[in-house]
């Protein structure tokens, strides 16, 4: 379920240095928005572009936050690794956290919807997966395990040529969870599940199988024919692995 914050487009943080202009997403941790770092380098388009994700802090004491904080610990651990989207800093208020950081013009899953980028594309498709798990990879060797991958979590360039895993709102350093439901229930893994106390399965863990599998077998595109296309390629295995 979305956190629901105020609105706080106008709002100046670290000491006047950043604005927010504009929500620009809205997840289960809290709200991302473009804010304007004034004190930057001008660019061509006016000041340097920053992604702002603000989130409620669960309480006035360090007691009551400390498991927001390992988030900003998490992320410092994988700042280094090629392919994530690097946390530049962190401000907070009695009220909120104000994670900053490079803004970047859309997510995979504009990507996919656009259908433009990828269209006809296999080679383009390959590169985005392979950058993905490169990115995987290297947070498993840092001890990160992310928990939440998903389109919408991969941010790219707006060609799409370039992408980085962000967003380690779910993201844990123990290789072995023994809580459940972590992540977002229709990119979770099949074949991970557990029996809830009502009788329900729910699948435990998310995996990139899971969202190449969003990308190649449920994403079709109409082709100049006007007839579905599957993309599809080498690469692609027919299990789901």
Not at 155 to 182: I, N, Q
């Amino acid at each position: 379920m979305p956190v629901v914050l105020s609105n706080l487009s106008g709002m100046m943080i670290d000491a006047g240095r950043l604005e927010l202009l504009e929500p620009v997403g809205t997840g289960s941790f809290g709200s991302v928005y473009l804010a304007i770092d004034h004190h930057a380098y001008a660019t061509s388009s006016g000041s340097a572009r920053r992604a702002v994700k603000v989130v409620k802090k669960a309480g006035p004491s360090a007691r009551d936050t400390v498991h927001q904080r390992r988030e900003f610990t998490i992320q410092e651990l994988v700042a280094d690794v090629p392919g994530v989207h690097k946390l530049l800093k962190v401000c907070e208020d009695e009220e909120y956290f104000y994670l900053v950081s490079d803004f970047l013009d859309c997510d995979l899953f504009d990507l996919i919807e656009e259908g433009v980028v990828f269209e006809q594309n296999d080679e383009r498709i390959r590169s985005v997966f392979v950058q993905i798990l490169d990115a995987v990879h290297g947070c498993h060797q840092k001890k990160v395990y992310h928990r939440d991958l998903k389109p919408e979590n991969i941010l790219c360039t707006a060609d799409g040529k370039e992408v980085f895993v962000a967003d380690f709102g779910a993201a844990t350093p123990m290789a072995r969870s023994y809580t459940h439901g972590h992540g977002t229930y229709c990119y979770m893994s099949p074949g991970k599940s557990t029996l809830l106390t009502d009788g329900a399965s729910e699948r435990t863990e998310c995996s990139p199988a899971a969202t190449r599998q969003k990308v190649l077998a449920k994403r079709r595109r109409l082709g100049p024919t006007g007839r579905s296309m599957q993309i599809s390629g080498p690469w692609v295995s027919s299990s789901s692995a």
